[in-house]
């Protein structure tokens, strides 16, 4: 009897544990794979830090498909399915605004902790309709450089930079130099208080034209009109960047893609942002913005956890954008602040720092509803402007063509 009982008692064990075996997940169990795919400076870079990714989800691999260009992999993405797509993309600021409305990309819950470490403007490039839908990585955008042999340190308000250039207007060129035309022009235009647009609680706010605002056309007349009525050269944005190379101008707003040339010459400078009319304010440059997504298709392959873990634990960390960075061979400005600050290329901190400053670049920018786009406008207006024809009127007639191409957009 008592044999009898212990080997069914026995019997019983053994099938017990056979099915703990299965219920359990052992260390040689298959390991659910987050599939990165990413343009041909970014691919390569990730495939270098795939063990780093790993790190932060454990229990997951993490495989990257690097295409060949930047537009294959838009093609393939528009060509994506279930099947074929990934769980996480690195693309630009656009994909937040077209992912969202097709459902391809996934809204994520961004905690205050994870916020506070990138300028609002990042947030705001991911940010549709009230969500967000990406995690801000590098920026497109400008600083400011100053001739530290002019400015040993970094001017405090823009009427330094005036009384300096006024002061020794004989043996310079400009005060300020835009290398980039009238879209680096942008920190000039808001040091004024002008731009394009108002903002409210944060928000672009397409009712609110400041390109005529009082205060602008004020300070267009104080700081870059001389008595004759003209412009008095203390700004310049076509065809300046030789002056500030031969140490001809103070300042100078740049773009990492700029400074090669500026590098190479015999100037001494240092990098900062724009400041505006009042010390501790600042003038605010356009940006742009690409991010790592999460994609619908993470819930389909079962991985969706593990790459929102990967997002928030790598991408949105400062050891992660670092650890990017420092493998692509073009440091790019990074979006995190506190990385921007520590990466090993003087260029991309610089540049990251100023994106602190930054707004978000909008598709209204380039609208022509109302019979010109912004670029257009803001050219035209400050030719006329600087050739001595009445800043009032002119600025008045550019803000009507942007008030109907705001407005249009805004009901888009």
Request: glycine share 10%; hydrophobic share 45%.
């Amino acid at each position: 009897m008592k044999n009898k009982r212990t080997g069914v008692v026995g019997v019983i064990a053994a099938a017990a544990l056979a099915v703990s075996v299965l219920a359990v997940p052992s260390a040689f169990a298959a390991k659910k794979s987050i599939i990165i795919w990413a343009d041909d400076t970014r691919g390569p870079a990730l495939v270098k830090i795939v063990k780093d990714m790993e790190k932060a989800v454990p229990g997951y691999t993490v495989d990257v498909k690097a295409f060949a260009s930047y537009d294959a992999l838009g093609a393939a993405w528009d060509k994506a399915t279930a099947a074929t797509g990934p769980d996480i993309i690195l693309r630009d600021g656009a994909l937040a605004i077209s992912g969202a409305k097709s459902g391809k990309i996934q809204s994520l819950v961004v905690p205050s902790s994870t916020r506070s470490q990138f300028a609002p403007a990042a947030w705001g490039a991911m940010t549709v309709k009230g969500r967000l839908f990406g995690i801000p990585t590098d920026v497109d955008t400008t600083g400011m450089i100053y001739n530290t042999a002019m400015f040993p340190t970094a001017p405090k308000t823009i009427g330094d930079i005036y009384d300096y250039y006024i002061k020794n207007k004989a043996t310079l060129t400009n005060g300020i130099c835009s290398f980039n035309g009238t879209w680096g022009a942008q920190p000039v235009l808001t040091a004024l208080g002008g731009g394009a647009w108002g903002y409210k609680n944060g928000q672009a706010d397409f009712s609110n034209v400041v390109f005529n605002s009082a205060t602008f056309k004020s300070n267009v007349k104080k700081y870059l009109i001389g008595a004759d009525g003209k412009t008095n050269g203390f700004f310049s944005y076509d065809g300046c960047d030789t002056a500030f190379k031969a140490g001809k101008t103070p300042v100078a707003l740049v773009g990492a893609w700029n400074m090669a040339g500026v590098s190479a010459t015999s100037v001494k400078f240092a990098w900062g942002s724009l400041p505006s009319t009042t010390a501790g304010k600042f003038g605010n440059q356009w940006a742009g913005y690409s991010a790592a997504y999460l994609t619908s298709y993470a819930t389909a392959h079962g991985v969706k956890s593990g790459a929102n873990q990967l997002l928030f634990k790598f991408f949105a960390s400062e050891a992660g954008q670092l650890a990017l960075n420092e493998a692509q061979k073009d440091q790019r400005p990074l979006a995190h602040i506190s990385a921007a600050a520590k990466t090993k290329d003087a260029t991309a901190a610089g540049v990251g720092a100023a994106a602190a400053n930054s707004v978000k670049q909008l598709a209204a920018l380039d609208d022509n509803t109302g019979g010109a786009n912004w670029y257009s406008v803001s050219d035209d207006a400050l030719k006329d402007i600087f050739a001595g024809q009445d800043v009032d009127t002119t600025l008045d007639k550019g803000a009507a063509v942007l008030a109907k191409n705001f407005a249009n957009f805004a009901k888009s």
